[in-house]
């Protein structure tokens, strides 16, 4: 799709501007999954702790490495206590990774 792109030689401005909107881009992906993460936390409430949803959400969405290690030090960053409680959301999911016998 872009092909042509390369074949053309930009000019100083124009691929500033292309690098600027490429990395505000990224950085709206990686917001995103870090929104992702925060909602998948607080719907599971306790059921899991903040390190086993993490893997959780990186498993499901097939991040790479890079990304994943950015989005989990963005979610980090978001707290000052990586052990500090989420915010309480709906509990519409409590207990779904609890057997029947506990």
């Known amino acids: 799709m872009f092909n042509w792109l390369r074949r053309r030689r930009l000019s100083a401005g124009a691929?500033?501007?292309?690098?600027?909107?490429?990395?505000?881009?990224?950085?709206?992906?990686i917001e995103?999954?870090?929104?992702?993460?925060?909602?998948l936390l607080v719907n599971i409430g306790d059921e899991v702790d903040l390190d086993r949803g993490v893997e959780l959400y990186v498993e499901m969405m097939s991040l790479d490495e890079t990304l994943a290690?950015?989005?989990?030090?963005?979610?980090?960053a978001r707290f000052?206590?990586?052990?500090?409680?989420?915010?309480r959301g709906a509990r519409r999911f409590k207990d779904v990774f609890r057997s029947e016998d506990r």
Not at 15 to 29: G, H, Y
Not at 32 to 39: G, P, R
Not at 69 to 76: C, G, P
């Open 69 to 76: 290690a950015t989005v989990t030090n963005r979610l980090l």
């Open 32 to 39: 995103t999954h870090v929104s992702n993460i925060i909602d």
């Open 15 to 29: 691929r500033k501007r292309m690098l600027l909107v490429s990395a505000r881009a990224e950085e709206a992906i």
């Open 80 to 87: 000052e206590d990586p052990d500090a409680r989420l915010p």
